[in-house]
């Protein structure tokens, strides 16, 4: 089951996107090749073989991924917090 993405997960990924797009999807794509290789060979084979702009679909993929696993992390730190 994927987490809830909330709006803070959401602010934090797109401030962190925003401030410098261009550096940030290259960023993004040594490491999701480094974390998950099958999931950089669908995102690189999705914007290649579609009519849209390559590094649009790139981008939105990269940013659904960041924000996904954000969210997980947040999931985690909230099932493991002890008062």
């Known amino acids: 089951m994927l987490p809830v993405i909330s709006e803070d997960v959401a602010n934090t990924a797109f401030s962190e ?4 797009m261009p ?3 290259k960023r993004m794509i040594h490491y999701i090749k480094e974390e ?8 690189i084979e999705a914007a290649n073989k579609t009519d849209l702009d390559p590094k649009a679909v790139a981008l939105g993929a990269y940013m659904t ?3 996904i696993e954000l969210a997980a992390k947040e999931n985690d730190a909230m099932m493991n ?3």
């Open 17 to 20: 996107i925003f401030e410098d």
């Open 23 to 25: 550096a940030w999807r």
């Open 36 to 43: 998950n290789p099958e999931i950089n060979t669908a995102i």
């Open 65 to 67: 991924y960041l924000m």
């Open 81 to 83: 917090y002890t008062e």
